[in-house]
């Protein structure tokens, strides 16, 4: 990944701790913030195959994919508001990945 992206992130995490704090309440919060944007990919979804009659098809797959990237970035910010690098951690869930499908 670009260094930009990890920067974003690391400057959200700033953004948020200055605006909101950095108590048990406000980190919380950011981790619920990823329930809030899955759900969204979720309704961006449910748009694009047009599953609601009354609306019709409303997303596109460029929206699902935008609301996904929102659900990624939300969770790299939830991963450096911890108090770790959000860098190393997606690193290691990447190693882990390659180990097991190395294993088949």
Known sequence: MDESIWEAAR??????????????????????KLTEEAGEASAAWIGLLG???RKGVTHTREDVAAELADVAFTALVAIES????????LDACAAKVRSRLGSH
Not at 82 to 89: I, Q, S
Request: neutral net charge; hydrophobic residues 35%; charged residues 20%.
């Open 11 to 32: 400057a959200s995490r700033g953004w948020l701790d200055a605006a909101n704090g950095t108590g048990q309440t406000e980190l919380t919060c950011r981790i619920l």
């Open 51 to 53: 599953q609601n009659p």
């Open 82 to 89: 911890l108090g770790l690098d959000a860098r190393t951690v």
